[in-house]
């Protein structure tokens, strides 16, 4: 299954959650970057949830684009996104890329939601 984006808000509209789901590789990252453009156009001064879940990466083939795309987000985004159920892989490689400290992980929506008031 080709990656897939699904976006809802939560609670008074102010948090998206953006849930991504199936496999990540080198094709499915330009659709990747179209959608964060769509979230930074329709939600600019919303707090981003992105939960990791149900991705899953085949090989090596596009994850430095995504996480390219990801830290470009982040670095755009009005309240720095938080991160929830991503698998020790995706930590592992996201960490590995990650230099300016732009992720934040949670273990789960609940609490990154939470965070937020912190």
């Known amino acids: 299954m080709a990656m897939k984006t699904s976006i809802r808000k939560e609670g008074a ?3 998206v959650i953006v849930t991504l789901e199936g496999h990540l590789d080198f094709e499915t990252t330009d659709t990747f970057r179209e959608s964060l453009m ?3 156009r329709t939600s600019a001064k919303s707090r981003i949830i992105f939960d990791l879940g149900a991705l899953q990466f085949v090989g090596s083939s596009g994850i430095s684009a995504f996480v390219q795309a990801l830290r470009d987000f982040n670095s ?17 490689i996201i960490s590995a890329f990650d230099d300016k400290g732009s ?3 949670w273990d789960n929506t609940e609490r990154a ?5 912190n």
């Open 103 to 105: 992720f934040e992980f």
């Open 38 to 40: 769509r979230i930074e």
């Open 113 to 117: 939601l939470k965070s937020f008031d």
């Open 13 to 15: 509209g102010d948090v």
């Open 76 to 92: 755009r985004a009005a309240t720095k996104p938080r991160y929830t159920n991503v698998k020790s892989e995706f930590k592992k």
